[in-house]
């Protein structure tokens, strides 16, 4: 019911800087999650960063001070600006979107994933 489209994906030097972003479209609820998660070879899908349609944020301790996730509820985006890049920020990077109900429960959907390689 929520369509993901994401860009933004490239090769990067270390120290440098790439911005992602994400469209939502479908039935998005007025209670919402939306972030980026990120999944490096041989590892698990971890949390980068997360921004509610309240302006809650979540970010993962590695990037904290480093990326920063915006979001415009109207267009319903998000984008993540990556500053300082590492090359163990090199992940396949997935947009995430949650509808919250009033129970508590959340009904996730993802991007197709972009490729971020930081490398010399």
């Known amino acids: 019911q929520v369509q993901l489209v994401e860009s933004g994906g490239g090769l990067v030097q270390p120290g440098g800087s790439l911005t992602l972003f994400c469209a939502a479209s479908?039935?998005?609820?007025?209670?919402?999650?939306m972030g980026w998660y990120r999944q490096a070879p041989g590892k698990q899908r971890e949390l980068v960063a997360t921004?509610?349609?309240?302006?809650?944020?979540n970010y993962a301790d590695s990037v904290k001070g480093r990326f920063t996730i915006s979001r415009d509820n109207r267009k319903n985006t998000v984008s993540l600006q990556m500053n300082s890049l590492k090359p163990e920020d090199t992940a396949v990077y997935y947009c995430?979107?949650?509808?919250?109900?009033?129970?508590?429960?959340?009904?996730?959907?993802w991007g197709q994933g972009t490729q971020v390689t930081v490398s010399s």
């Open positions: 995430n979107f949650a509808n919250a109900y009033d129970s508590g429960g959340l009904d996730a959907y």
């Open positions: 479908g039935r998005i609820l007025s209670i919402n999650v």
């Open positions: 921004r509610t349609s309240n302006g809650m944020t």
